[in-house]
């Protein structure tokens, strides 16, 4: 199925409905400082964009429970960027730089993603999210990159997103949406991939080695990138192709209903 197929779903006329995990965190909007859930615009507009319905999620109590409810609604998952997941899940000591833990999300976003697994729900996972799965697979993470390649490459600070060079494997998943060879990316991290997750194959790097991509070593539709694409309002490709992916599993799901 194409990307522009996406945009009213196979069959039934019904755009697919794509949950993108959010933030909890403190903000301010006029007199209110509290705790909030917030996602930057540009994801959901992403969403949109590509031809799907973006819903948000927010971290949840009982977050198995809740998870198994609303993966019901959906026809895809994207795992969002934020803070660093806790060094904590993948047995390591916490490195003074790494971020203060956010239990709430991690706890909620493993939920989604495996009960996503399970359901052979269609994935997309940025930055945090490539990490969260990684970790989810019983990888590790470089906790401050700069300790591991010498460079700042990667978070050149002050909300600047750096530029940087990947390239991505030919034959790869990633290369039927993007194109194999050199492309260049919006980074805005300190931690990367260490030790690769179970299950998981490599499709780009960038020149230090570093892995920038990678997806399922099955037939399930699961592809993670370092950077952020939805920072890219000229290439929505990662975004159509979820889209695009979450039509064919909410086609699927329609047929064993009626079957």
């Not at 009213?8 to 409905?17: D, K």
């Not at 299950?199 to 399930?220: H, K």
Request: hydrophobic content about 40%.
């Amino acid at each position: 199925m194409s990307a522009s197929d996406a945009r009213t779903g196979p069959a039934t006329g019904r755009r697919p409905v794509i949950g993108l995990t959010t933030y909890l965190e403190q903000a301010k909007q006029g007199v209110w400082d509290v705790r909030a859930a917030f996602l930057p615009q540009q994801y959901f507009d992403a969403v949109t964009a590509s031809g799907g319905i973006a819903v948000l999620l927010p971290p949840q109590p009982a977050p198995d429970a809740a998870a198994a409810a609303v993966l019901d609604g959906l026809d895809g998952l994207i795992l969002t960027g934020g803070l660093d997941v806790q060094p904590e899940l993948y047995g390591a000591e916490r490195h003074p730089l790494t971020d203060p833990a956010r239990p709430e999300r991690d706890a909620w976003e493993l939920a989604l993603f495996r009960g996503a697994e399970e359901r052979r729900m269609p994935v997309l996972a940025i930055c945090r999210g490539l990490q969260l799965v990684n970790v989810a697979r019983g990888g590790t993470l470089h906790q401050h990159l700069p300790d591991a390649l010498g460079t700042e490459r990667f978070r050149i600070g002050g909300g600047v997103f750096a530029t940087n060079e990947v390239l991505v494997d030919d034959g790869s998943r990633l290369a039927g949406l993007v194109g194999p060879g050199s492309l260049d990316v919006h980074s805005y991290h300190h931690q990367g991939v260490d030790r690769l997750g179970d299950g998981l194959v490599v499709t780009a790097r960038t020149d230090d080695g570093l892995v920038q991509a990678f997806e399922s070593d099955g037939d399930g539709y699961l592809v993670g990138v370092q950077w952020h694409p939805e920072e890219n309002a000229e290439d929505r490709r990662l975004f159509a192709g979820l889209v695009a992916e979450a039509s064919v599993y909410a086609e699927g799901r329609r047929r064993e209903v009626h079957a």
